[in-house]
T-cell receptor
Framework: LAKTTQPISMDSYEGQEVNITCSHN???????ITWYQQFPSQGPRFIIQ???TKVTNEVASLFIPADRKSSTLSLPRVSLSDTAVYYC???????????????FGGGTRLMVKP | ETGVTQSPTHLIKTRGQQVTLRCSSQ?????VSWYQQALGQGPQFIFQ???????GRGNFPPRFSGLQFPNYSSELNVNALELDDSALYLC??????????????FGQGTRLTVV
């Protein structure tokens, strides 16, 4: 599985847009990029997944350049409740028996301040 | 709420003892995985069960074992507990389709403390 690198921590203020970039230089052709969010003492929660270009859902956007060696999670207008750890994962969801053998790195600790 | 429930929520065990953690998958999900999360670190994959068979394992010793039942619920067993086994143990379920966008749903975890 491709290794990912992301900032250890980030600070932001309420109402701002937050962009968290993840590097995955060794991403394979079949690999998808997935982001999870984790609050203290809770399990991670799926945010968004993409393969290329841009994906948007009600929570976030995911930008993936053509070479797919990095990706950026964009959280619009963050609130205090967005304070959490955000994990970038890269793996093959096509050929394993479930998208469930996940490799987590250290994640990015986002602190949203009032 | 993800529909994945784990029990117990907290547990204290003595070094050398054995422990069993339980997980009820989200309805209809046939795949369950277990993860160990030490304080301040990301979750580490222990193993995965698909239709009652182990079909993937991370870098954990054999004293970590598991079961998946016909109703797709699961157990994680750890023998000969060590102090370093203290962690949050997470269960995740999903529906294996071999298609993209398979989302894993995590439970809230069991906090195990070994003293």
């Amino acid at each position: 599985l491709a290794k990912t690198t992301q900032p250890i921590s980030m600070d932001s203020y309420e109402g701002q847009e937050v962009n968290i970039t993840c590097s995955h230089n060794n991403i394979a052709t079949n690999d998808y990029i997935t982001w999870y969010q984790q609050f203290p003492s809770q399990g991670p929660r799926f945010i968004i997944q993409g393969y290329k270009t841009k994906v948007t859902n009600e929570v976030a956007s995911l930008f993936i350049p053509a070479d797919r060696k990095s990706s950026t999670l964009s959280l619009p207008r963050v609130s205090l409740s967005d304070t959490a750890v955000y994990y970038c994962l890269v793996g093959d969801d096509m050929n394993n028996n479930a998208g469930n053998m996940l490799t987590f790195g250290g994640g990015t600790r986002l602190m949203v301040k009032p | 709420e993800t529909g994945v429930t784990q029990s117990p929520t907290h547990l204290i065990k003595t070094r050398g003892q054995q422990v069993t953690l339980r997980c009820s998958s989200q309805s209809g999900h046939n795949t369950v995985s277990w993860y160990q999360q030490a304080l301040g670190q990301g979750p580490q994959f222990i193993f995965q069960y698909y239709r009652e068979e182990e079909n993937g394992r991370g870098n954990f010793p054999p004293r970590f074992s598991g079961l998946q039942f016909p109703n797709y619920s699961s157990e994680l067993n750890v023998n000969a507990l060590e102090l370093d086994d203290s962690a949050l143990y997470l269960c995740a379920s999903s529906l294996a389709l071999g298609t993209p966008g398979t989302e894993a749903f995590f439970g809230q975890g069991t906090r195990l403390t070994v003293v």
